[in-house]
């Protein structure tokens, strides 16, 4: 994506549900929330800004590496920006860590890179090391959901998150031909046009037990 003109004065001077990094959400009120749901990974922002519309009771927090593409959903979310949404400018490695631990409720992880060189695969945010902080950050009942259309990507995922002692709650290998009321990313448009099955998961930190 070219960089417009318009990026560098937006990110500048962001509004203020843009946060410059992740270390204010270390102190959030949970008690103003039902739960609290972070998407990493946000792109142009369709999932985020829908799924805070549609639940104005949960905090939705976006987090996007790419400053192009994070302004460009910045610049949607501001025509009707909601008192539940807030959004990162940053690295999720450079981010998790400022989390304090129990903070999210569930993570959730949409059409994520797949990185499909073996050398590359660390980068994965379905990495160990990236699961590793997911377990400190989530709540005792915290939820992983991803959905992708990469069918490696989604094997190598289902792989990590079980070693890592997850409880598989869901799993679907054709999301959209189920029914569900789950907004649609700006790539799983895309997929699902090519007719593309998609993937889904859900992960939980603790069995109820
Ligand atoms: C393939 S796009 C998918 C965008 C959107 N979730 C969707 O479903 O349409 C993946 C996005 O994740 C972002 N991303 C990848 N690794 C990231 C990281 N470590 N921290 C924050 N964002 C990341 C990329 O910059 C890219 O915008």
Known sequence: MRKKPWVDALLEHPPSFVLKDCSPLAQLTRSTYSSVHLEIGSGKGDYWIQMAAKHPNELWIGIEKDVKVAAVAIKKAQEAILPNQLFVVSDAQVCLPQFANGDVDVIHLNFSDPWPKKRTHKRRLSASTFIDQYKR????????????????????????????SLILEEMSVDFRREENDDVISEYEARFMSLNQPIYRCIWRKKSHG
Request: aromatic share 10%; net charge negative; hydrophobic share 45%.
């Open 137 to 164: 950050i989530l709540s005792d009942q915290g939820l992983i959901i991803m959905k992708t259309d990469n069918k490696e990507l989604f094997e190598y995922s289902m792989v990590q998150f079980s070693q890592a």
